[in-house]
Nanobody, 119 residues
């Protein structure tokens, strides 16, 4: 059974840093695009950062220059380094692993990890 487990969340003050991890029990992990999303109370889930199977990255405008996504395929793990954190970064952060398997999307979600930034 496929599992994604996020970790590394916590509470920090304005300007602080956290590193989130997303570790997957997936065969062929390197074939998957991994996306970080976040959801604050009362809001829709939003894309934060993506790293593709080809190692290309992209970020939401709100986190560009502050967050960095990376992957270590030998560890089946993707990291989200978050610097210069702001109160508006407070949310539950989720990772998603997705690849096109033939004509269907093979997609898996983690359970989320809470990030709280106080001013």
């Amino acid at each position: 059974q496929v599992q994604l487990v996020e970790s590394g969340g916590g509470s920090v003050q304005l300007g602080g840093s956290l590193r989130l991890s997303c570790t997957a029990s997936i065969n062929l992990f390197s074939w998957y695009d991994i996306t970080w999303y976040r959801q604050a109370p009362g809001t829709q889930r939003e894309l934060v950062a993506i790293i593709t199977a080809e190692d290309t990255t992209d970020y939401a405008d709100s986190v560009k220059g502050r967050f960095t996504v990376s992957r270590v395929n030998t560890k089946n793990t993707v990291y989200l380094q978050m610097n210069s954190l702001r109160p508006e970064d407070t949310a539950v952060y989720y990772c998603n692993a997705k690849r096109l398997a033939g004509i269907v999307w093979d997609s898996h979600w983690g359970q989320g990890t809470q990030v709280t930034v106080s001013s």
